[in-house]
Nanobody, 116 residues
């Protein structure tokens, strides 16, 4: 499974961005996908998760009500709509896919910077 993120950038606090993650390869084996983020010196943390066939979602408390994860199965693309962004949302955002063989796959990451 190959994952390619896009959509990061610089935005002012209160603004919005939409991240995309295009999956290719053995996408049939994917059970769940998610977005994670990491800042220098800190561990990677989960932002939002989605179960592929059921559509169940889960969010970190810090982004509930502001971020929305979605999945277009026909396009094998996952999205993260980020609204009301805050400076503390600044991080490198990574796309993750977890497959039926219990393997984790990661994208290369995309930088999101929120200025105050």
């Amino acid at each position: 499974v190959r994952l390619v993120e896009s959509g990061g950038g610089l935005v002012q606090a209160g603004g919005s961005l939409r991240l995309s993650c295009a999956a290719s390869g053995s996408t049939f084996s994917i059970d769940a996908m998610g977005w994670y983020r990491q800042t220098p010196g800190k561990q990677r943390e989960v932002v939002a998760l989605i179960v592929k066939n059921l559509g169940n979602t889960n969010y970190a408390d810090s982004v509930k009500g502001r971020f929305t994860i979605s999945l277009d199965n026909a396009k094998n693309t996952m999205y993260l709509q980020m609204n009301r962004l805050k400076p503390e949302d600044t991080a490198v955002y990574y796309c993750n896919a977890y497959d039926a063989y219990k393997n984790d796959h990661w994208g290369q990451g995309t930088q999101v910077t929120v200025s105050s």
